[in-house]
């Protein structure tokens, strides 16, 4: 038996991507990306011309086929290997991203009779327009006392399931009603690879309500008469967890792509979520950061318990076997970027230049001189609402302890801690509810991209950083998925303990705390902490304030 | 009788400057500028290579004498002017300056056996060496319970004169007994123009304790039994107000600038405090704001109160016969520096540059199609400390609102506002302390420079602004002080207010508030006065407790 492969498939929010994986030891021979020929839709529905509303945001499930097409084959014929070596195909995808399909498994936005209507397209995660479904659905639950509320840290967000769902009853029935089934475009992807409607449990349990089963018949009817079966009419499908093989690859779509008909098809994932196994953090207490514009944090427990403030705890949503805890930051890499485009003037883009570095190598380089607390500049982190642990979008940033001799540097170098301190309360929120939290793995973007923030991650929050030595932890985590549906016999793995083993790849280099850095930010840490429940438990209100003062002038927007 | 002539003497921080204004009009006929040869002294005592310890500031009086013998003669010389014609000397002078003089009044820094003690030297107003006697005046005044400390805002300054003066003692016993005298620069100076020794009233009252007399000596024996004497042995001059002629010019020196012998000199003034009369604010509650790096306010009552926070009460201590407050911002014009240099990206430089302005003038106008609380962003402006009402050093900036979406513009206009919501936050304190304020009269280099800054202040204080026509609102304020001090029967006048009604002028365009701008602007304010009650008055010490870190790893410095 010669060398096999395996191929993890990542649809982002911009782009779909393929990443080739030999199955022995993890090793990408091969990848290939493709932007969607339409992006996100947010301004004008195609062939219409039809202007959307403010926070729509949709896309074209053509584009997502399109994809497969391309870049799979470009894979195989960039690394010369055969598709009948590919033993096994993991998706992930941005979720909650969801789309309304007829009983073939067509989404209703192909059919011309439905094309002209926004409300048969994909509703993509960043579609914000359906909070008014949000706030019903938080109220009735909340009236009702629906114990679901607290594993999600108390609210259920307008970018997840029912409430895109409910929207869609609301202001397009005729559509709600043409809809045979709705449906993640990650379960969608996986129907049309190989057949089988599925639901993943990641995505089910953290934007879908499901516990090893949906709310009851009667949340939904208290919601709206109409939507008391929705579940019955609309999601009836099984939900798998993650690695389960959702069956086999179909031969037409087998012939496109240039794979082998029957290979096995994982069931479907969540972009953050796939990336877990990549990085080896296939036991309890192991906390995965995906560092990137924003943070989300994953951390599998043995215990369920109801933390204050999460994203969602779901059995099997990480890991099978695992109680799966979400948390994230919602700005993290966005803040630094802000302040890189907004707050550094002429000269330090001069001094960087001459120093043959970018903007954000300089100001690390010079931020990284200082002492921990020698500036005295404090910030929240809040720039993009707080998701976790205050779980509340009209959270804004704030910056103290400037004086006329603060340098842009040392501003940089708050803004980097604030989003250390940021993951030290959800840390800190986690053990306190009974989640131990025992090493940390990072992958995304930036933990490459900025060393200084990784030392401080680690000076902040007293632990070790492992850092995942792959580019593309996520597609590799699909891949990873892939080969374990594929299954030993087949020339894969029988649980994701053993492919991490073998797959999974940490840089030799870790970033371990400085014990004097530490004490030194505990001390700072208080300072955060008291300003944190200050104005983010309701102490004082002055962001809300001047949010409210802002909208009463622009509108609702932000 | 000829037309006829003063000459207002400014000695600011780094230079010296002359106006020659004409009696009749007001007219600037010739003004001359020169720079002291040995600026502000802080690194290193001339001729000994001796350094100086940190927050030292000394001058050479030297330079003085020659800046006075330059530039006179050279305003004389440009304008035609003959010294005939000259009737009238005013100075003013950055106070508290101070230096020990012998019984001839000359400084014992020009004594080669003193020559080499840095206490021999003048003290500049930001000598800022002598914290720890001001430590004591304060802890021992406040144990007595002296009643002069309500009149500054509970607290005596470092840089104020028996901080200087104890200083002295503590540090150079020897310079203090050599001394025969200690003296304000200001006094100094007419002193050397007149051979008078005569104490301004305006200097004694904001800066030594004065109030229709000194602290008495059981309160100088507290601090020190060698202290008890202070005044009788180095103070015994009288205290005079403004426009009180000190003594005729002297010949030798008359000689050599080129005036009559015997023209009137005035007794000397403060900087901030002789701007008044040349605003035309010469009765009870017009408020006269000098605004460059920092800010002050002068106003002037008729009832004497003590008023929390305020930088002093002195009665005829800004015009004969009123009682003079003095309030103050410690930074305003330097925070917008700060910003611009430290806070600004490129692409704002550039679209400046396209724009044919400059950053400054780019942000204003960008800054000024903001409505009132649309960006959402708020600042508190202590990045140097609150001077008052707080009357805190160790008070830090605070920015709160901040967005992914926030742009240079609203954080340059928040900052902006925040220094209004300062000047409005002592407004409304003397208002409440029975000081009322009906109109503001601006000078100094912002008001020209910055028109958006005006209609801020217009729009946060709700009332009318106007601004002084003058460049040099205090050289021509000290001229007026000299046209008073020669009297209207040497062709001066007889009193301030008509030398004023004559000498003063303001623009013709004034800053009207705009209502619907103060009535959202009460909403922020709202919120800027809950923040600077809440982080001023120690319902959270963030600001401290940085600070406090800060320095355990700087070391006392800022």
């Not at 359906?130 to 679901?148: L, T």
Request: negative net charge; contains cysteine; proline residues 4%.
């Amino acid at each position: 038996m010669g060398r096999k492969y395996v191929i993890g498939l990542d649809y982002g929010t911009e782009s779909g991507r393929a990443l080739l994986v030999a199955v022995d030891n993890g090793e990408e021979v091969a990848t290939a990306v493709m932007t969607y020929p339409h992006r996100v839709i947010d301004d004008t529905l195609p062939g219409t011309g039809k202007k959307l509303e403010p926070d729509w945001a949709l896309q074209d499930p053509r584009d997502y086929l399109q994809v497969l097409e391309t870049v799979i084959p470009q894979v195989l014929k960039e690394s010369g290997v055969k598709g009948g070596d590919v033993i096994g195909i993991g998706t992930d995808f941005t979720a909650c991203t969801m789309l309304p399909i007829d009983q073939a498994g067509a989404p209703l936005c192909m059919k011309p009779e439905f094309a002209a209507n926004p409300h048969a397209w994909v509703k993509l995660w960043k579609h914000h327009a359906a909070q008014p479904e949000a706030d019903k659905i938080n109220e009735v639950a909340r009236a009702r006392g629906e114990s679901f509320l607290a594993r999600y840290g108390g609210k259920i967000s307008s970018e997840w399931f029912f409430s895109k769902a409910l929207q869609i009853l609301d202001e397009a029935p005729e559509i709600y009603t043409a809809a045979d089934r709705l449906i993640e475009a990650g379960d969608w992807i996986v129907l049309q690879l190989c057949g089988k409607d599925t639901r993943n449990a990641c995505a089910a349990g953290y934007k879908a309500i499901w516990d090893e089963g949906y709310p009851d018949k009667a949340f939904f009817k208290a919601l709206d008469p109409r939507f008391e079966n929705v579940v019955a009419d609309k999601l009836n499908a099984p939900v798998l967890p993650a690695g389960v093989k959702a069956g086999g690859l179909l031969p037409e779509i087998a012939k496109k792509i240039g794979l082998v008909p029957g290979t096995a098809v994982a069931t479907g994932g969540v972009d953050a979520h796939v990336a877990v196994p990549a990085t080896a953090a296939t036991s309890e207490g192991k906390m995965v950061m995906i560092m990137g514009t924003s943070l989300c944090h994953m951390v599998c427990g043995t215990k369920k318990v109801a933390i204050d403030g999460m994203c969602g705890v779901v059995k099997d949503g990480i890991l099978p076997g695992f109680y799966g805890f979400e948390a994230g930051q919602s700005a993290v890499g966005d803040i630094f970027a802000w302040f890189v485009n907004n707050c550094v003037p002429a000269s330090v883009a001069e001094d960087a230049k001459k120093a043959g570095t970018d903007i954000h190598g300089y100001l690390a380089a010079e931020a990284g001189k200082l002492k921990v607390g020698e500036s005295g500049v404090l910030a929240l982190d809040w720039w993009n609402g707080n998701r976790c642990i205050l779980v509340d979008a009209d959270l804004t940033g704030l910056m103290v302890g400037m004086t006329l001799g603060t340098t842009p540097a040392e501003m940089y170098r708050a803004i980097l801690e604030s989003t250390a301190f940021g993951t030290y309360t959800i840390i800190r929120q986690l053990e306190k509810g009974g989640c131990p939290i025992t090493e940390l793995y990072a992958c995304g973007g930036l933990p490459g991209k900025n060393p200084l923030l990784m030392q401080i991650f680690a000076d902040v929050t007293n632990r070790e950083i492992k850092i995942s030595a792959s580019e593309q932890t996520v597609a590799l985590g699909s891949a990873m998925w892939g080969a374990v549906a594929a299954g030993a016999a087949a020339g894969g793995y029988d649980d994701v303990t053993h492919a991490a083993q073998k797959m999974a790849r940490l840089r030799k280099e870790t970033y371990k705390p400085n014990k004097e850095n530490h004490a030194q930010y505990e001390k700072l840490f208080a300072e955060y902490t008291r300003l944190h429940d200050l104005f983010g438990r309701g102490g004082d209100n002055v962001m809300k304030n001047l949010k409210a003062i802002k909208r009463s002038i622009r509108g609702v927007s932000n």
